[in-house]
């Protein structure tokens, strides 16, 4: 029997975070951890992220930012991939972390740079330089 609300959140969240990414997700997923997968398919992703009234690219910076306030590294890596792919660009990402630094610290600033930096270069191994006026 099919869900609309569980088959919606699975279409974002492959179309946010990628095939692979869901693929492996599933992979993982056991009976400990199968009621889990089905709450944040159906709810973060089904529900939350499918509201119209913010788009994909401003969830990305919210998420982001939450994500550095909560110290939640991990997981800030995979929502780079998906900001990226939610449009945002390499400056736009800096600028998020960069203000989120004013609100959430600089330490969390700190980690969340080398985490967002990290996956940037893997992605395109131009993005690990700063950029010439970034150079001291």
């Given at each position: ?38 709450f944040i398919?159906r ?40 900001a ?21 610290g600089?330490p ?5 740079f ?23």
């Amino acid at each position: 029997m099919s869900d609309p609300i569980h088959d919606r959140g699975m279409q974002v969240r492959r179309e946010v975070l990628g095939d692979e990414h869901v693929d492996a997700a599933i992979a993982r997923t056991t009976s400990f951890t199968a009621d889990f997968q089905d709450f944040i398919t159906r709810y973060a992703w089904g529900e939350i992220w499918t509201r119209p009234a913010l788009d994909r690219r401003t969830r990305s910076c919210i998420t982001l930012t939450a994500l550095m306030a909560l110290g939640r590294f991990d997981e800030l890596g995979m929502h780079v991939r998906a900001a990226l792919r939610n449009g945002l660009s390499v400056d736009e990402i800096r600028e998020v972390l960069l203000h989120g630094a004013v609100y959430c610290g600089v330490p969390a600033a700190n980690s969340a740079f080398t985490v967002a930096q990290r996956v940037l270069a893997d992605l395109d191994p131009k993005n690990s330089e700063a950029r010439p006026d970034e150079q001291k």
